[in-house]
């Protein structure tokens, strides 16, 4: 059975929401953890110090934008030289903005190319930057993306959203197939999540009542 205890995990977007939970989680096991945020900086150094205390692992946390090449490969490093390694990356940050599904012009082209460097092309500069430390492991390396469910249905905060996820999945099918040797490589594919982001997402589409909403995830 695989062990949490003493392995490095990364974690992307992990300074709120699921990210919080999991980097939490992953703790209470003995796993040593590095907090990705993008601006939650007080939230991401509060969670690292409760951790530390908590369960006696090592907590760093790493400012950076995960849909940003530089800043992926910086956290990868990052982690590396100041935790000794690196085992796992839940690569779990993302973006959309709430819309209607049906409407074409919702976002602009700066917005569908954020959803795709968020969504997609973030995750695949994260696994590419980890892929020789998880090949050089004795027991290889995990990635893990945090899909949706709007990956798989034609449904979701946003159609841009939805198509974007859909590419990250197959994404991880890909990579799973072509370097998973040493690497497991899969998805979870949660539904609507009442997290902090989520539920300011939708204060504001009620508030405005304009059907749509732009809040920026973790």
Not at 35 to 51: G, R
Request: hydrophobic content about 45%; glycine content about 10%.
């Amino acid at each position: 059975m695989y062990s949490l205890r003493n392995r490095v995990a990364l974690i992307t977007g992990g300074s709120r929401g699921l990210g919080a939970l999991v980097a939490q989680k992953y703790a209470a096991e003995g796993c040593n953890v590095a907090i990705n945020y993008a601006s939650s900086k007080d939230a991401a150094e509060k969670l690292a110090a409760e951790l530390q205390e908590s369960y006696k692992v090592k907590a760093i946390t790493i400012q950076g934008d995960a849909g940003v090449q530089n800043d992926c490969v910086n956290a990868v490093k990052t982690t590396i030289d100041q935790l000794g390694g690196l085992d796992i990356i839940v690569s779990n940050a993302g973006w959309t903005k709430m819309t209607k599904f049906n409407d074409l012009d919702a976002m602009n082209d700066e917005e569908w190319d954020k959803c795709w460097s968020m969504n997609v092309k973030g995750h695949f500069y994260l696994f590419k930057a980890a892929l020789p430390t998880f090949n050089a492991n004795p027991e290889g390396g995990v990635f893990l993306l945090t899909s949706s469910i709007a990956a798989v249905t034609p449904t979701g905060s946003s159609l841009p959203y939805a198509i974007t996820k859909a590419g990250g999945l197959h994404m991880v099918k890909c990579l799973a197939h072509t370097q998973g040797s040493k690497v497991r490589v899969n998805a979870v594919l949660p539904g609507l999540l009442l997290t902090e982001w989520v539920s300011s997402a939708i204060a504001v589409v009620v508030k405005l009542g304009r059907g749509r909403a732009n809040v920026d995830e973790p």
